[in-house]
C-alpha cells in the first residue's frame, strides 16, 4: 500500500472519530454529545465567530442595591433565577441559570458585595487602638463631622482642649454622676504648678452609614484613657457591639431586595 494511501486513510479514520456522537442511555436521563479526537489535535470553540452568544453567561459586580434589584428583575428567566446571601459579609448574588425543574449551567451571575463606607472602615480601623492625646485630638477633629452626641462642634472643642494641654501631667480620672469623665492635671504657669481640670464624656455616638450609599447608623463608642507613669496620657475609643450594627445593615439590605425583586433571598451561596 502506498504511503499516500496510508496517510489518506488515517486521516479519513481521524475525521470520522471527530465526529459529533451521543452516549447510549436506556435510562430517562438525557444522552450526552461526546466527540474522539485523535492525539495531537485540539477542539475549537466558535461560539466566538457567531453574532451574538448562543446563550446568556458571564458575572456583573453591582456597587449598591439599587443597580443590583434592576439587574435582577430585567434579568430574571422563569423559574431558574435564585438569589442567595451571606449576612455575615454581608453580600449578595443572583444566579439567573440555576437548576431549577432543568439543570442549569450556573454561569449567568449578578452580585452585589455590600461595600463598607469610607466612615465605617474609618471608624472601625482605629476601633481600640491606644495613641497619645495629641494624635487622638487630630483624629476625632478629623472625623467630627461623624459625631452626633455630644455633636460635632463639642467634640472639636474637645479635641483642641486635649491637643492644648497635650504637656500637662495628669494626675487622676474620675467618672461624674452625669456620664462624664473629669481628668486632673497638673502644668507650671510662670514657675508655679497649677491643677485643672479637663471634662471628657464617657461615651459618644456615631451617626455614620455602614454601606456605601447606604443610611447612617448610631454607633456608640466608650471613650478609654490610661494615665501613664510621668503624668503622660494615652486614650482610645471601644466601639459598643459593631458586629450587631453590621447586622442591622445587612438585615435592611436583605428585606430591600426581597422587596423590591420578589424573590425570596437564600442563606448561602
Not at 459529533?20 to 466558535?46: M, W
Not at 433565577?81 to 451571575?109: C, M
Not at 495629641?134 to 483624629?139: G, K, P, T, Y
Not at 445593615?249 to 422587596?259: G, R, T
Amino acid at each position: 500500500m502506498e504511503d499516500s494511501t496510508i496517510i489518506n486513510d488515517a486521516a479519513a479514520l481521524g475525521t470520522a472519530l471527530a465526529q459529533p456522537r451521543t452516549t447510549v442511555n436506556d435510562s430517562d436521563d438525557p444522552s450526552i454529545p461526546f466527540v474522539v479526537v485523535p492525539e495531537g489535535y485540539e477542539v475549537h470553540d466558535l461560539e466566538r465567530l457567531f453574532p451574538v452568544p448562543a446563550r446568556k453567561k458571564g458575572t456583573i459586580e453591582f456597587r449598591d442595591a439599587g443597580s443590583f434589584c434592576r439587574a435582577v428583575k430585567d434579568s430574571a428567566e422563569g423559574g431558574a433565577t435564585k438569589l442567595y446571601g451571606n449576612p455575615r459579609t454581608p453580600s449578595f448574588k443572583a444566579v439567573f441559570n440555576d437548576h431549577g425543574s432543568e439543570p442549569g449551567w450556573q454561569d449567568h451571575i449578578a452580585t452585589y458585595a455590600c461595600p463598607l463606607s469610607i466612615e465605617w472602615k474609618t471608624w472601625m480601623g482605629n476601633n481600640k487602638k491606644q495613641v497619645n492625646q495629641e494624635v487622638f485630638a487630630q483624629f476625632i477633629e478629623d472625623n467630627s463631622p461623624d459625631c452626633a452626641v455630644p455633636s460635632a462642634a463639642d467634640m472639636i472643642e474637645i479635641s483642641r482642649t486635649l491637643e492644648a494641654k497635650k504637656k500637662v501631667n495628669f494626675a487622676s480620672g474620675i467618672r461624674l454622676s452625669n456620664g462624664q469623665t473629669e481628668l486632673t492635671y497638673e502644668e507650671e504657669v510662670t514657675g508655679t504648678a497649677a491643677k485643672g481640670r479637663l471634662t471628657i464624656p464617657e461615651i459618644f455616638t456615631l451617626g455614620i452609614p455602614v454601606l456605601e450609599g447606604g443610611p447612617r447608623y448610631a454607633v456608640e463608642a466608650r471613650l478609654r484613657y490610661r494615665i501613664a507613669d510621668g503624668g503622660k496620657l494615652t486614650l482610645w475609643y471601644d466601639l459598643l457591639r459593631p458586629h450587631k450594627v453590621l447586622e442591622d445593615a445587612a438585615a435592611e439590605v436583605w428585606k430591600l431586595i426581597e422587596d423590591t425583586t420578589g424573590f425570596k433571598v437564600l442563606n448561602g451561596g
